[in-house]
């Protein structure tokens, strides 16, 4: 991550994640609204219409024209193709199963946040939720990573957004895949299955 950022974290907890809590646990996933049908509704009528045309023009092209035509629909297929997964990509977390409950998950999420020297923070609302906030990326406007862990019974989720971008699908960035990873590596090396429900570290 780049360098965390240092004001007041709880300003940018919204509501809406405490809202879909219990969604996002059961389905690894944000819930996908009508602000993301409006658009994907806008798309799917797009091919609807240009896919015909472009089909019928390269059946009755020749030469040129028609591998120009059977380019264009490559290049739409691979753009709406890339845009699908980049919105699957924003709208997932990553599942890391472990062996423990909440209680035990927060304390070593907490512990692992600790070992790799981060900032974060706790939503006041609901403990199981952390978040780490890059500084801001944008020299224009306000435009910041956030990451998204969230504890669980037997998992502990993880996601990746960038706010301040509301015209594209900004999809999660390489250090959020990386983090992951490393939160998974290192719940298999640190973690050794308790017979309580408190959590056993091995020291580095």
């Known amino acids: 991550m780049k360098q965390l950022f240092s004001g007041n974290p709880q300003s940018e907890w919204g509501n809406k994640i405490i809202k879909d809590l219990v969604f996002i646990k059961r389905k690894g996933r944000y819930p996908i609204t009508y602000k993301v049908y409006s658009p994907l509704g806008s798309v799917f009528l797009l091919l609807t219409i240009s896919f015909p045309v472009l089909i019928n ?10 591998f120009a035509l059977a380019g264009m629909l490559f290049c739409m297929f691979v753009g709406v193709s890339t845009s699908l997964y980049q919105l699957f990509q924003v709208f997932s977390f990553r599942k890391i199963q472990t062996a423990f409950h909440l ?3 927060q304390d070593m999420l907490k512990k692992f946040l600790q070992s790799q020297h981060l900032a974060f923070t706790q939503h006041p609302d609901a403990p199981e939720v952390f978040m780490i906030l890059s500084k801001n990326l944008s ?20 996601n990746s957004h960038f706010s301040g971008n509301k015209l594209f699908i900004t999809p999660p960035s390489k250090h959020y895949k990386q983090m992951a990873n490393r939160l998974r590596e290192w719940v298999k090396i ?12 091995t020291q580095n």
Not at 57 to 66: D, E, H, L, T, Y
Not at 190 to 201: E, M
């Open 190 to 201: 640190h973690a050794t299955a308790p017979t309580s429900q408190s959590v056993t570290l």
């Open 103 to 105: 209680q035990a998950n």
């Open 57 to 66: 023009g390269i059946s009755n092209a020749n030469g040129m024209a028609k």
């Open 139 to 158: 020299m224009r406007g306000d435009f910041r990573e956030v990451m998204i862990f969230i504890t669980d019974d037997k998992q502990i989720l993880v």
